[in-house]
């Protein structure tokens, strides 16, 4: 990612989840409106504004069809997880390397919550003018945050300062970064989760199994060079059989792993559950204890 730049594979996730929107509203698992404006004004305009039926072909192209298929199994999988949490009495959640996620717009059970987002200044920037554009306000607290430059041993405090109370429960959604980061930043990004997440707090990552690093499956291959293009390169992964005993040592219990072709095919109808092909794409939920 360049300094100056807000992050293209975030606007890519928003653009999906914006698109879930042409699919038809009874297979459809989680619905952003807010989504295709990240990356595209004009065409979230026209797809929000649509009464035709041209958005459900355009949502089985080859390719198209499997990245939303995937973000919606993705997105839904976390809702369902904030959503639990809120139920159980949670009030707070920190979405670290939040891009343009707008979970604290989308989910009526966020109302009595506070939502605290964490990402770089450029992509944070480009989220608020956004927003900004479409007359919308957020009711997030931003934590603008330069992970290259500031060390992650320094964002609790930052976190407490905009508000955040390390005493009570967290729900921390880690979604769409491990893959990009170091060992160390995989390390140091965990130190800083639990130092504000108390017993009782959650929470949920993705990632991708290390296989999927050196995949050699046509599709695979091709975002791997896309995001390497992009100055976004994937870098880290877990082993399912490892990543149990690597949370119990930070104070983390494992609750669930799911991959993701295991999770599309109980939420989504057959048809739409053969486009989720990635294997190694993963979700897991912990919990401290």
């Known amino acids: ?165 390390p005493t009570a429960a967290s729900l921390t959604i880690w979604e769409g970064v491990t893959m990009y980061l170091t060992e160390g930043a995989i390390e140091a990004s965990l130190r800083a989760i639990t130092s504000w997440s108390p017993a009782g707090s959650e929470l949920a990552m993705t990632y991708y199994a290390r296989a999927h690093l050196t995949s050699r499956s046509l599709i695979t291959r091709t975002i791997r060079a896309m995001v390497q293009r992009l100055g976004e390169p994937f870098q880290f992964g877990w082993t399912p059989d490892e990543l149990p005993g690597y949370l119990a040592a930070r104070g983390l219990r494992l609750a669930h792993d799911v991959a993701m072709v295991d999770a599309a095919r109980e939420l989504l109808p057959p048809e739409l559950a053969a486009q989720v092909t990635q294997g190694d794409s993963r979700i897991a939920f912990a919990r401290m204890e």
């Open 1 to 165: 990612m360049r300094d100056d730049a807000p992050s293209r594979t975030a606007q890519w996730v928003a653009a999906a989840r914006g698109l879930g929107r042409l699919l038809p509203e009874a297979v459809r698992l989680a619905d952003d409106p807010y989504g295709l404006a990240f990356s595209s004004p004009a065409l979230a305009r026209r797809i929000n504004d649509s009464r035709s039926g041209r958005g459900a072909a355009v949502a089985r192209l080859p390719g198209l069809a499997t990245w939303i298929a995937y973000m919606q199994v993705r997105t839904r999988l976390i809702d369902d997880a904030v959503r639990a949490f809120a139920a159980a009495g949670g009030h707070q959640i920190v979405v670290l390397g939040a891009g343009y996620d707008c979970r604290a717009l989308r989910l009526a059970e966020l109302a009595d919550a506070q939502v605290y987002e964490i990402d770089h200044p450029a992509t944070q920037g480009h989220k608020l003018e956004v927003l900004a554009r479409l007359g919308i306000t957020s009711p997030a607290q931003y934590v603008t945050w330069d992970f290259e430059t500031h060390p992650m041993d320094d964002l609790p405090g930052a976190l407490a300062d905009a508000g955040h109370d």
